[in-house]
């Protein structure tokens, strides 16, 4: 019985031992996740267009002008995390793989939609426009929602709220670029932007 005991707590041990290692080898703390906003400074962004982009309360926000917060880096395959809060006539959308950071609209890059009143709602909230329909489209106006998106090669996956909007669809338009955050109409707001590189 004692051995039976040993051997048991030594291969508990061992399990212990190889999980403590695995989450070290993953390189960074949080598995690879950068924060590019975390409600304190928009040192990870530039600025295009007028916006009228600000901080206040820990969440960066616009209700006025057109235009976008663009990372300063460029991403090619990626997941990103990002909580947002738009109201009811909100025109707003995460920009991926921008190719001309300066002019950016969804025939330069991909943009994976947050437009509830969007007059083609199968290109509304949670559709990548022109690349991945969406239906029935989800409502995201007047609550805090996630958007969780993956980019890998031509394909791509879109998760809102936990709720899978985009499932697998391929295009290879564009290989790489920016990410940008956009202000078109109504009140926009992001508490949290993180990505991983993959």
Known sequence: MKRRHAIALGLLVVGFDGLWHADQASGQPGGGWVTLFDGSNLDHWDRVGDANWRIAGRVVQADKGNGF???????????????????????????????????????????????????????????????????????????????????????????????????????????????ALQHAAGVVKFRKVQIRPL
């Open 69 to 179: 917060l663009v990372s300063k880096s460029s991403y090619a395959d990626f997941e990103i995390r990002a909580e947002f809060w738009v109201d009811a006539d909100a025109n707003s959308g995460i920009f991926i793989r921008c190719s001309d950071p300066q002019k950016i609209t969804s025939a330069t890059a991909y943009e994976v939609n947050i437009f509830d009143k969007r007059p083609d709602p199968s290109y509304g909230t949670g559709a990548i426009v022109n690349v991945a329909r969406v239906s029935p489209m989800p409502k995201a106006g007047g609550k805090w929602n996630v958007f969780e998106i993956t980019a890998k090669g031509p394909k791509f996956t879109v998760t809102l709220n936990g709720q899978r909007t985009v499932d697998g669809a391929e295009d290879s338009k564009h290989s790489s670029g920016p990410i």
